[in-house]
């Protein structure tokens, strides 16, 4: 309990009210103060108990996700990022966040922002970044406000990531109606550490000091944290000054100084200064020492004049980081920032006690139980009222036989490769440098992850973004498990074993029952699945209150999967067909139904169905055998089946190698409709040199993986039974061109 006399004035309920808070955890505050807080007080409380800081609504769900496993070296939701040993002395820290409001209301730097902050939260455990991805979702492309977001937001990416220097490797676009007034803007990061060498984000030691490092401290940002735990609305647009200013130059500086301070050995501990600023990193690292800590304000370095207590403790001003010193060995660390041209400056001292002071103009501001503020401590965790929405009955039940098919595949397959959700993402991976540092093995575009090398060793990294909101949307818990089991197939088809996921859950209002109940099964879909294949969960990011006056989002739990290469030399898999007269083979679960498809969407307008069948424990068999048949170079390409069905794999083969092919699908079950175009799960097409063929059927039939030799690679012409039947350089430039069209209509 505080007991400290504070001079600022007292608030009202009111007043906390109008930051977010309810008259409930209002009165936890005067419990936990013993007193009324003061308004810098109620400030801190406001955003470490809002949603984006606290996930009060979420995390009694996300602590029922596999959260452990022999090669995670902390904890989820320990540390700033997840850890998983990789071998060779070396750890992967990889993580996803969110940055969907403030991509809504200014693209450019909500998106920009968002990539700073993810990389920041890697390097400030000691990793270097080596690779970047996203996952973004946008509204129809014929609406003029998508396209002016969808340009804002791939700038701000490109800006900011080509600037600080680490190559997108991967991510995923996706256009739909149901992100018309919320576009999701996820941003993931990947780095290398030696393992013993990582930084924690801690405060301990008593008499140790505290610095400030990085950019000054401005107004921007203030109350970012419950801007983003808030529905979008009419009134959103006045609140510009709630998104952040990203500069991508002094957070190069920022990464290197930082790295460099971590060899000096006189760092006790590190963090971000992310959503709610000095507030949170101070009290979430005095809570997890057990320590107190005593802040000044008035020598944390500001770009503004005139700024208060209330300001400085919760400006989202980028750039920025604290750091806890061992006593006496602060100027080696001062010395490093300012040799990069950084601010490093001591504002305080970890103290005896549980409390977080933080004083201005010579007067105690605020003085707060640290365990109180933080997640896993004081703040408050609520389990929602749930009911299971009433449309799942009627799209579930959707009688398939009242759609009439075109009968024309041609025409069909071109409209397909021409929809913004399968056209090449061209237009917008080129603006990112996908190259930089040198490697990047798979990059964007012909691949079904990215692949990044790590030097000095034989290893690489696949890493994916995934998530389809459709089938989340009609079946909520089994589009939660085809979330992870696809990201996971697509690591496997690149050649590696996946390990570990991280995960950004997009919802809407937890406070709308049936937004909480589809929460809670497609948390809980992840957790299925996650469990079958042997992929714990590292962290993540929780991003609710996805709504506008329109509506929600689909619900969308985006996965971001780590695999990893033993031999990245020779067991990199990647999806076009390789040479004239290879054998092209299906394998994997037999193809049926249509519901939640690309196919229904883009001919027929339909989100609809069930989503696609998924057994977890085939698909756990089916990817080990595949991943064994990489790995043993019995085949040569492979190319998981997802949206558009079978029809859009042998397609995206045949455009990403300029070869055709000449096979029949008659065997794989069901009607030709639903064998071209289900999205079935557990389906990959391979292809296999003539000499491997034998010894690749031989093996499948051994381990039970159903399998149909369907065709041979060659010729300028993909060619699908009766069915299909087009130049393989007019498929691409359908393919290529669609978007580029879209932007400059």
């Known amino acids: 309990m505080s007991t400290t006399a504070v001079s600022e ?9 109008e930051h977010g808070l309810s008259e409930e955890e209002f009165e936890m505050i005067k419990n936990y103060l013993g007193r009324t807080p ?39 939701g320990e540390e700033n990022a997840g850890l ?18 403030p991509s809504a209301i200014e693209p450019y730097q909500g998106a920009a922002t968002g990539v700073g902050g993810i990389h920041r939260d890697i390097f400030t455990m000691g990793a270097r970044p080596i690779a970047s991805l996203n996952s973004l979702r946008f509204g129809s492309m014929d609406q003029p406000r998508v396209r002016y977001l969808l340009d804002g937001v791939v700038r701000g990416i490109s800006d900011y990531g080509n600037s600080f220097g680490v190559p997108v490797v991967g991510g995923e676009v996706v256009f739909d109606e149901a992100y018309e007034g919320n576009p999701l803007v996820n941003a993931m990061s990947v780095g290398i550490v030696k393992v013993g060498e990582t930084a924690s984000a801690i405060a301990k030691g008593i008499g140790n000091s505290v610095i400030i490092v990085g950019a000054s401290t401005g107004r921007d940002g203030i109350h970012g944290a419950t801007f983003a735990s808030e529905e979008i609305s009419e009134e959103s647009e006045a609140k510009r000054p709630s998104v952040q200013v990203g500069d991508p130059f002094t957070e190069k500086l920022l990464l290197e100084a930082s790295l460099e301070v971590l060899k000096t050995g006189a760092v006790v501990g590190m963090q971000d200064m992310g959503a709610a600023g000095i507030a949170c990193s ?21 770009r503004e004049e005139g700024m208060t207590a209330y300001e400085l403790l919760l400006s989202e001003s980028q750039e920025r980081m604290l750091v806890v010193a061992e006593k006496g060995r602060e100027q080696e660390i001062i010395d490093v920032y300012e040799k990069w041209d950084l ?79 399968i056209a090449s993402k061209r237009w917008v991976h080129e603006q990112y440098d996908t190259m930089v540092r ?77 937004v909480y109940w589809t929460f809670r099964e497609a948390v809980g879909g992840m957790g299925d699945a996650c469990r079958v294949l042997n992929t714990p969960v590292t962290g993540g990011n929780v991003s609710l209150y996805n709504e506008n006056p329109n509506g929600a989002i689909f619900p969308t739990p985006v996965v971001g999967m780590l695999g990893v290469i033993e031999d990245v030399e020779n067991h990199v898999m990647t999806p076009g067909f390789k040479q004239n007269h290879d054998i092209v083979y299906y394998i994997g679960a037999l193809r049926r139904g249509l519901g939640g498809s690309e196919y229904l969407k883009t001919i027929h307008g339909l989100t609809t169905g069930d989503a696609p069948e998924l057994d977890l424990e085939f698909e756990l068999k089916f990817q080990q055998v595949l991943l064994e048949a990489i790995q043993n170079n019995l085949v040569n390409a492979a190319h998981d089946i997802s949206d558009g069905g079978i029809a859009v794999t042998l397609a995206e083969m045949a455009i990403f190698s300029g070869q055709g092919a000449n096979v029949s699908v008659k065997n794989l079950n069901g009607s030709y409709i639903d064998v071209l175009y289900s999205e079935a799960q557990s389906g990959v097409v391979v292809t296999v040199p003539n000499a491997n063929a034998r010894a690749l059927e031989r093996y499948l039939e051994k381990n039970g993986i159903f399998y149909d030799e369907i065709g041979i690679v060659g010729g300028p012409k993909l060619i699908i039974d009766e069915f299909v039947d087009q130049n393989v350089a007019d498929l691409k430039e359908i393919y290529e061109s669609a978007i580029p069209k879209a932007i400059n209509r």
Request: aromatic share 6%; net charge neutral.
């Open 9 to 17: 004035p007292q608030v009202t309920l009111e007043l906390a009210i």
């Open 38 to 76: 003061t308004f810098s007080e109620l400030g801190v409380y406001s955003v470490m108990w809002s949603e984006h800081c606290s996930y009060k609504n979420s995390i009694l769900e996300i602590k029922k996700l596999p959260r452990s496993g022999p090669q995670l070296l902390v904890d989820a």
């Open 84 to 101: 998983v040993d990789i071998g060779d002395g070396l750890a992967c820290a990889f993580k996803i966040e969110s940055h969907n409001h």
């Open 282 to 302: 101070s009290s979430e690292m005095a809570a997890k020492g057990g320590e107190g800590m005593r802040l000044d304000l008035d020598k944390v370095p500001m």
């Open 343 to 421: 601010n490093a400056v001591v504002i305080g001292e970890v103290v005896d006690g549980e409390n977080v002071t933080y004083i201005k103009d010579g007067e105690v501001k605020a003085d707060i139980p640290a365990d109180s503020l933080v997640l896993g401590g004081g703040a408050p965790q609520y389990e929602r009222e749930v009911k299971k929405p009433a449309y799942l009955d009627d799209v579930q039940g959707f009688d398939f036989k009242t759609i009439k098919h075109p009968k024309d595949q041609n025409e069909t397959l071109k409209k397909l490769l021409g929809s913004p959700n």
């Open 438 to 514: 040198t490697n990047t093995v798979n990059a964007p575009g012909a691949s079904d992850s990215g692949v990044i090398r790590i030097k000095g060793t034989n290893k690489g990294l696949a890493v994916k973004t995934d998530c389809n909101g459709r089938y989340v949307y009609l079946n909520p818990r089994r589009g939660g498990q085809i979330a992870v089991a696809e990201a996971a197939r697509n690591v496997v088809c690149s050649g590696a074993k996946p390990v570990a996921i991280t995960n950004c859950l997009n919802f809407g209002n937890p406070y709308k029952p049936e």
